[in-house]
């Protein structure tokens, strides 16, 4: 049976890595709005929400314009990278092999899984915190459990993750609203929540900055939920789906967060919004619970896609399939549980530490990825030399790419604000964090310029190229 028929006829998804032939492609950019929407309503993003007015002491109009600030312009970066997977029909670490070299994308690549990982275990910290309160058992226990969905649904595969979006858009959606509602119009809120906090300018650039991140964090899974949409998708639909599912799926829970932080800043995030919907809170925590594996199962699955592509790096003739994959996600699987389990005192804290130095370091690789697709080789890729442990015409290392990556985190170490470090200039703004605006600001340019002054045959498009199967499927 050939890969593509065994890809319809199965409920669990065949392919990894290797490149989605026309003949596999479906969906529409509607779906691009329901995967993002959807899975962005959980509880990870109302305590990311309450990080403004918990950690930073912001009041709620203070947070919530931060958080608005944050994901429009975050969204921006995220969406961008969406159009890139119906055209070239590979997840998006792959990709990277085109512009780092086939070598050198490990250095991305590797960083990459590690955020998969984490994000996956600090949603299993509240995950966790969601079921041992409603089913009244251990938190590592219930740790397992959520853990135990999420590997699930990413061994099935891609069809299951957009479907369970698709129900979560809708459901978790309307629970949402509710939320809102009884939190402010039924409950009301202690006198406090509108009177607390001061607004300083680190806490509202660091809000800025979390928000903006919580969109560019998403760019490395962008292409890995779109690469089976028909390559007519078309730039624009795509953008804007994206763009409009993961920004408005972000933020009104985020606002939901600078509430609950601001009402109940002394509780949990589980606690908070169970007391803030509280006659309605158990439906609320156990939706936004659930919502959790949802959302784990993309992360777990994207994961494991960038974990089989370090292992093809290095061994070139693997190509694993459903069950490779299974393994991988279970393997990641008990590394994130055991984080979650380590790692869950000062969840707050240790989470927006994770995510101002996961900033630090994806900034440089979306920059360079994003120039080097709309402005060096506009969409045009040799998708057959991605696949080869030579790089083909791209190479093993992208000496442009790679200096351009590590001068980008070293920029914006002077401007870095966190509990862990400060920067020199950051002190001197009195912690106000820039960072990821003076790289992108650095690198755009800079990777534009070095790539056309050393343009030749590496960075000119390709031969014309319909939708040939790479040498690893073809020998499958």
């Given amino acids: 049976m050939t890969d593509a028929s065994a890809s319809r006829g199965s409920a669990v998804e065949v392919r990894t890595i290797d490149h989605i032939p026309v003949t596999e492609r479906h969906g529409t950019a509607r779906n691009l709005f329901t995967i993002w929407f959807g899975s962005n309503i959980m509880l990870l993003t109302v305590a990311t929400g309450a990080v403004a007015t918990v950690v930073y002491g912001l009041p709620v109009w203070a947070a919530v314009l931060a958080v608005a600030v944050g994901n429009i312009v975050g969204g921006v970066v995220m969406a961008l990278h969406a159009a890139q997977g119906p055209q070239l029909g590979v997840p998006q670490m792959l990709q990277t092999r085109a512009q780092f070299g086939s070598f050198g994308s490990l250095l991305v690549v590797v960083l990459v899984v590690v955020m998969y990982v984490a994000f996956f275990a600090s949603n299993l910290v509240l995950g966790g915190q969601a079921v041992a309160s409603l089913l009244h058992i251990g938190q590592d226990l219930a740790i397992t459990l959520i853990g135990v969905l999420s590997v699930l649904g990413a061994i099935v595969g891609y069809r299951l993750i957009h479907a369970f979006s698709g129900v979560l858009s809708l459901v978790a959606g309307v629970v949402l609203v509710l939320a809102f509602v009884w939190g402010l119009g039924v409950n009301g809120t202690p006198a406090h929540t509108w009177t607390s906090g001061s607004f300083t300018a680190a806490g509202f650039m660091g809000t800025v900055s979390l928000a903006a991140l919580w969109q560019i964090a998403y760019a490395p899974y962008v292409s890995d939920y779109t690469r089976y949409m028909p390559r007519d998708t078309g730039v624009r639909p795509a953008f804007w789906a994206t763009y409009g599912g993961a920004v408005l799926g972000s ?15 002394k509780d949990d995030t589980v606690q908070g919004l169970g007391q803030f919907t509280h006659g309605v809170g158990g439906l609320v925590v ?7 594996a949802g959302t784990n199962a993309m992360n777990l699955y994207c ?11 290095l061994f070139p003739r693997w190509m694993p399939r459903a069950l490779g994959r299974g393994v991988v996600c279970c393997v990641l699987f008990l590394a994130a549980q055991a984080m979650a389990v380590l790692g869950r005192a000062d969840f707050l804290v240790n989470f927006t530490n994770f995510m101002t130095l996961l900033l630090c370091v994806l900034i440089p690789w979306t920059a360079v990825n994003l120039i080097d697709y709309y402005a060096v080789r506009h969409g045009e890729y040799d998708i057959d030399a991605l696949f080869e442990r030579d790089g083909g015409r791209y190479g093993r290392f992208n000496v442009n790419a790679i200096v351009c990556y590590v001068l980008g985190i070293l920029v914006q170490l002077p401007f870095l604000s966190t509990t862990m470090y400060e920067g020199p200039v950051a002190k001197a703004l009195d912690g106000v964090d820039i ?12 990777y534009f310029f ?12 390709p031969a014309a190229r319909t939708d040939a199967l790479t040498p690893a499927a073809k020998t499958n």
Avoid: E, K, N
């Fill in 450 to 461: 070095l790539m056309r002054r050393t343009q030749g045959t590496a960075a000119q498009p």
């Fill in 435 to 446: 960072s990821w605006v003076v790289g992108l600001a650095v690198i755009c340019p800079l």
């Fill in 251 to 265: 933020l009104f829970p985020m606002i939901l967060g600078t509430l609950v932080g601001a009402a109940y800043p």
């Fill in 286 to 292: 156990a939706v936004f619970g659930l919502a959790i």
């Fill in 303 to 313: 994961g494991a896609l960038s974990t089989i592509t370090i292992g093809q790096t």
